[in-house]
């Protein structure tokens, strides 16, 4: 399968008073056709940073090192006039606050029509606001399709979603007519930055279901510190800590026997405070300024070894599944 998205050995520092911080310091990860990859870390671990930086909106941060390939062309460095033509129609995002992500001046109708206008037209999506509507039958039917693989039925109700403004709908309907607006623009890459957070448990509930429905029907990233939403939407998962990817591999397996130290004490937090954001794991949060020699977690790994005070372990490959540690031999789930 051809990767879609392909991040390499990527750095992402940011200069401070207090000195660098290394947000991103050597994320690798792939994304193939039709595959959902869910990003997973505690807190400050460079999830936002990442993702800004595939969309070259991760200023002041630098990249420093490294490269995003996209499609098999390398978008690390492009010009601003050509991201900004990427921007919302090849990598499309759904932005983590859907209370304040959509115009409220607007009716739902307009905003639609606007996105499929910047589609047809080639504009960027700063130009959203502030614009008038026209409106067409077959900017229509295209609403009633998008709507119906999130699972709307063409109706009463669809038509009164259409017709409302932002505030008058609810957190999990304004949810989905972000991640609506997105595939009006038939993205290459959707990226949907923490889909659950901040929504109570019936509204989570659907949204997990139009996680669910989107998967395998287009090439996704999918942000979150939720398991449950990972398991919904994502078919392989990367942990994150102190900006580079430590584990990856298919979901069940990860979840269920995940190989590194880092993993299992982040999912047994994450199992001990249900939906909460993930607080740092260890003690101590790590500093991203003075990062520690050898494996970045290995003041707070209960089972360091003394080469991982020394080494940063390798990140080593077995079945389609890689694990960076010293402890970590290559055997196969
Ligand atoms: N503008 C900035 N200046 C300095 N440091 C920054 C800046 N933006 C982000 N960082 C730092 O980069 C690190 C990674 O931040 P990032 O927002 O990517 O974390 P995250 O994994 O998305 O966390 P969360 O789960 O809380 O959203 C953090 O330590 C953060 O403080
Ligand atoms: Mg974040």
């Keep these: 399968m051809n990767a879609v998205l392909k991040v390499t050995d990527l750095h992402v520092y940011f200069d401070t008073s207090a000195g ?7 994320v690798s ?16 671990c460079g999830k936002t940073v990442l993702f800004l930086s595939l969309l070259h909106l991760q200023q002041p941060g630098r990249i420093v090192r490294g490269s995003v390939v996209l499609d098999g062309r390398d978008i690390t460095h492009l010009r601003e ?10 990598i499309a995002l759904v932005p983590q606050n859907q209370a304040t992500a959509l115009n409220p001046a607007y009716i739902i ?23 008038q509507n026209t409106g067409s039958q077959s900017a229509e039917s295209e609403f009633r399709r998008v709507f119906e693989d999130l699972g709307f039925e063409a109706g009463p109700v669809l038509d009164r979603l259409l017709r409302s403004y932002p505030h008058q709908l609810s957190g999990g309907m304004r949810q989905r007519v972000l991640i609506a607006m997105a595939l009006l623009m038939k993205p290459r890459l959707l990226i949907a930055d923490e889909p659950t957070t901040a929504l109570d448990r019936a509204i989570k509930a659907q949204s997990l279901n139009t996680l669910q429905r989107l998967r ?6 999918v942000i979150s510190h939720d398991v449950e939403a990972i398991s919904a939407a994502c078919d392989r998962v990367a942990i994150m800590y102190g900006g580079r990817v430590v584990e990856s591999g298919a979901c069940p397996e990860v979840l269920s026997q995940p190989h ?6 982040l999912l047994a937090a994450q199992r ?45 490959c077995t079945d389609g599944a890689m694990v960076a540690c010293h402890r970590f031999t290559g055997e196969a789930r």
């Design 260 to 265: 590194h130290p880092y993993t299992r004490l």
């Design 272 to 316: 001990r405070r249900r939906g909460e954001p993930l607080q740092a794991v260890a003690a101590e949060t790590l500093n991203l300024i003075d990062f520690p020699c050898g494996c970045p977690f290995h003041p707070a790994c209960p089972e360091a070894m003394p080469v991982c005070a020394i080494e940063t372990p390798p990140e080593r």
């Design 81 to 90: 006039s050509e991201m900004e033509r990427l921007r919302g129609r090849v």
């Design 20 to 26: 660098t911080v290394r947000a991103n310091n050597g």
């Design 29 to 44: 990860l792939q994304v193939r056709e039709g595959e959902s990859l869910g990003i997973m870390g505690e807190s400050g």
């Design 216 to 221: 395998g029907s287009l090439t996704m990233l």
């Design 109 to 131: 109708r307009q905003q639609l029509t606007e996105a499929l206008k910047i589609r047809h037209s080639g504009g960027s999506l700063h130009s959203l606001a502030g614009r």
